[in-house]
């Protein structure tokens, strides 16, 4: 990585401090986080994210977020390919 990239990544990651409602901001940091290698913070941005879509009331984001999710390999996979079929099944 290049210094300004690791600018730009410093600069996405204090907006999403800063700004922990913007979905797109997130999903941003979520994703240098994914593209660095660093599935775990990549993974609990992601979390945070689905979350916020649900309290939004925007069930299909939430769903394509966790989706987003499992293809990261998390320890808890089942946990969300259950809630991802609760959500399924309630809409």
Do not use: C, H, W
Not at 10 to 33: D, F, G, H, S, T
Not at 54 to 77: C, K, Y
Request: proline fraction near 3%; glycine fraction near 6%.
């Amino acid at each position: 990585m290049n210094r300004k990239e690791g600018f730009v990544e410093a600069y996405i990651e204090r907006l999403a401090v800063e700004y922990p409602e913007r979905v797109y901001i997130r999903q941003k940091n979520a994703r240098l986080y994914q593209d660095s290698g660093n599935s775990e913070k990549a993974i609990q941005e992601y979390d945070e994210i689905a979350e916020l879509l649900l309290d939004a009331g925007d069930r299909r984001g939430a769903i394509e977020t966790i989706e987003m999710i499992l293809t990261l390999d998390p320890p808890n996979r089942n946990e969300y390919q259950d809630l991802i079929e609760n959500l399924k099944s309630e809409g």
